[in-house]
């Protein structure tokens, strides 16, 4: 249990490193429904644990602010009911004082609670405490995602942190594929370490022979698929994509800006000229899937990229806290290998999130958390430069509908095996 008291602390810590730059009017607006004030972040994440460790294990348990019970709730039908998500950013109140003061008084009691309870009850309260922490970490994640959202509305192009640039120069044309024979492979978690419900069970799967591009789409060559007219050829989208294009007017990846004939992107750090050797990020399932089209490839599906990264032990950078973009891929020494699985952007994959074999949501309100979404959604794999690093394993699922761009979305090319 001590180990827990530790990472509790290490975790919640942390989320709130993430807002010292912040002014308090930062915390509050929020101009696309998908994305949540960074304040709302906080406090429903202090939520979880109020709701699903406290309240069930205290007898007659009185919530520190009732009314937050309903504000901060994001989804879970089975606890009650929830404020809109797409009005989550017209909230003045609580103030940003208000939410860290919630965060105290919940720590507080989580601190006497893991110092008291011992016996079956510590397991069964470390369980959901452990779930609780990933799931903080995942916020930690949307915190950023949704800051720079609602930054990049603002004609200032504001900064979160100054951003470095002392990545090497890569060789955009220093790429390669690596080729996988086909058959029945395992895919799925295995247990022993912590996972989510939608990792598993672990389960055969039969994939043919393919090659999986050994680094990531540059912004270089995405920048071609612009110029060569991408977002105007309807035959390169699926229907469904090519009416979302034409709805939300792309024309290029989300926070690509065009002046004068010159690009540059919006970052974390303010408003940059393209890299042509960075990962292009910041991209639909629809856009990627268009890209691979032009390439004349395919996306990977989910065993496809999960076996070729079975084996690779997630290295290099370890996502946060650090550079909050992607970087060029390292040069190819020796033999070729596969680069940038990890820590730069999430790469749609071509499989809907669906259930594996045999999956079971988990009984009670917190079966809610991954098997409701698992419809009108595509998986991505990986992990991104804004992911914590506990969370880039080669079994993770991630899943956003085929419209999303506001994470770090990215992709790396697939194709059949030749000959």
């Known amino acids: 249990m001590a180990n827990l008291v530790e990472a509790y602390a290490k975790t919640r810590r942390f989320s709130e490193y993430l807002c010292e730059t912040l002014q308090v009017e930062d915390y509050v607006v929020q101009p696309m429904p998908d994305a949540s004030p960074t304040r709302w972040h906080l406090a429903h994440t202090t939520w979880f644990f109020e709701t699903f460790v406290l309240a069930p294990s205290q007898s007659g348990y009185r919530p520190v602010d009732s009314a937050y019970q309903v504000l901060f709730n994001s989804y879970y039908n089975s606890v009650g ?3 809109p998500r797409s009005r989550r950013g017209v909230l003045t109140r609580p103030s940003v004082a208000e939410v860290f003061a919630y965060r105290r008084a919940v720590d507080e009691r989580m601190a006497r609670l893991l110092r008291e309870v011992d016996g079956d009850a510590a397991e069964e309260i470390g369980r959901v405490v452990e779930l609780g922490l990933q799931h903080e970490q995942q916020h930690q994640e949307l915190m950023l995602t949704d800051l720079k959202y609602l930054f990049s509305c603002n004609p200032l192009w504001p900064t979160y942190r100054p951003s470095e640039d002392d990545a090497p120069a890569a060789t955009t044309d220093d790429s390669g594929w690596s080729t996988h024979g086909g058959g029945i492979v395992k895919v799925g978690h295995d247990g022993g370490t912590f996972a989510f419900d939608n990792e598993r069970p672990r389960h055969d799967a039969l994939i043919g022979a393919f090659e999986l591009q050994d680094r990531l789409t540059t912004v270089g060559e995405f ?13 390169l989208w699926l229907s469904l994509g090519w009416a979302t294009r034409k709805e939300q007017g792309w024309t290029a990846p989300l926070y690509w800006v065009e002046r004068e004939g010159a690009w540059s992107q919006f ?5 940059k000229p393209l890299r042509l050797d960075e990962p292009v990020c910041h991209i639909s399932f ?4 268009a890209f691979a089209r032009w390439m004349g490839s395919r996306l990977p599906t989910e065993a496809e990229w999960e076996h070729a990264a079975a084996g690779v032990i997630p290295g290099g950078r370890s996502g946060m806290p650090g550079r909050f973009h992607p970087i060029p891929a390292s040069p190819v020494r020796g033999a070729s290998r596969i680069r940038q699985l990890y820590g730069e952007v999430w790469q749609w994959t071509a499989s809907p999130y669906t259930p594996y074999p045999g999956y079971r949501a988990p009984s009670g309100a917190l079966g809610e958390y991954n098997g409701k979404f698992m419809c009108n959604q595509y998986v991505l794999r990986g992990s991104s ?4 690093a506990g969370h880039s394993r080669s079994t993770y699922r991630n899943f956003f509908p085929p419209d999303a761009r506001w994470q770090f979305s990215g992709m790396r090319l697939a194709r059949d095996a030749q000959g």
């Open 267 to 271: 970052t974390l750090g303010g408003l």
């Open 81 to 83: 009911e929830q404020f």
């Open 286 to 289: 629809f856009e990627a899937d």
């Open 223 to 235: 920048l071609q698929f612009v110029e060569d007219g991408g977002y105007r050829r309807p035959d």
């Open 385 to 388: 430069c804004a992911t914590p």
